[in-house]
């Protein structure tokens, strides 16, 4: 068999390492809750973890490793700055990574990226020329294929379409902006505004149960949640001539809650000629995706 890579998922709420074979089959994964409120060395002693048992069960031999980082990140230095990890702001991970394996090729990329990849190698996008991979869940990002290859751009944060702006004067959001599309349709911000509507569930699992189970409020949270994402994906559909958009992570798992209304708002925005078959489908390798698509940036 073939030396596998080393893959790293670093998010705000787990940290997960694994081994992918060439084929892109993950072998092997174990996840450590990244310390909430703790300090940079805090959570690089989870990411050190995660990677030390991986390399036990490698038997102390990758063919290289693969980070897959929340952002935004500075390729060109090789740090990250997760908006959902406050404490690591410009943290070396390429540099901490290449201590802790050290003799083997390193790359990174941000995690909308990799979940896009990860996709479109063995999940939902596989096929696709012009693909944007999503995840719709404590935050929204995203990641480009456009002409079967990955598009990172200039800074390494190209497909950060969380911030896409789709409501001129919208609530402020996390990125110092306002009317972003991560404002109104993640997680937390579809349950907060259910709660300002009455609803009086905590989380957005429950919020989306109630949804499915027909409860007025929560109905039109989603609605008003997936028509935001819509407006987005129309957007960004026209501005890279996209033929497909895969969606996954927390929220995207309401299903028909989620998707339903998507699809039907979606087409009061795509009316445009090359874009109004714009495919959105589900994702297919959940929690998976990112450390799949990690380990592909070294094929």
């Known amino acids: 068999m073939s030396t596998p890579v080393l893959a790293l998922d670093i998010g705000g709420t787990k940290i997960a390492a694994g081994l992918v074979d060439a084929n892109g089959v993950l072998l092997h994964q174990n996840r450590q809750p990244t310390p909430p409120g703790g300090d940079a060395e805090q959570v690089w002693a989870a990411a050190s973890r995660a990677i030390t048992e991986a390399l036990a069960a490698a038997g102390g031999t990758v063919a290289g490793v693969g980070i897959s980082s929340a952002g935004p990140i500075n390729l060109a230095d090789g740090t ?36 896009a990849l ?98 007025g409020v929560a109905v039109r949270a989603f ?3 997936a028509r935001a994402v819509a407006a987005m994906i129309a957007s960004v559909g026209a501005v890279c001539d996209l033929d497909l958009v895969v969606i996954g992570g927390g929220v995207a798992n309401a299903g ?19 874009i109004s078959g714009l495919r959105v489908v589900p994702a297919a390798l959940g929690g998976e995706a990112g450390l799949v698509g990690a380990a592909a940036l070294l094929r």
Not at 122 to 136: E, H, K, S, T, Y
Not at 165 to 184: H, M
Not at 258 to 269: H, K, M, Q, T
């Open 80 to 115: 990250v700055s997760p908006v959902n990890i406050g404490n690591w702001r410009g943290f070396p991970i390429v540099e901490a990574v290449s201590g802790a394996v050290p003799g083997v090729p390193v790359r990174l990329a941000g995690d909308g990226l990799c979940m």
């Open 223 to 225: 609605r008003r949640g």
């Open 118 to 215: 990860g996709e479109h190698w063995r999940g939902a996008g596989q096929g696709a020329a012009f693909m944007l991979g999503m995840v719709v869940s404590t935050g929204i990002g995203g990641g480009l294929v456009l002409d079967g290859v990955p598009y990172d751009g200039r800074t390494g944060n190209a497909g950060h379409v969380g911030h896409v702006v789709v409501d001129l004067d919208g609530p402020p959001c996390s990125c110092g902006g306002r009317g972003c599309v991560e404002a109104i349709a993640s997680g937390p911000h579809l349950v907060s505004w259910a709660r300002e509507q009455g609803w009086s569930g905590t989380d957005a699992r429950a919020l989306a149960a109630a949804a499915e189970a027909g409860d």
């Open 256 to 274: 028909p809650v989620l998707f339903d209304p998507l699809r039907s708002a979606l087409r009061d925005y795509t009316g445009l000629d090359f």
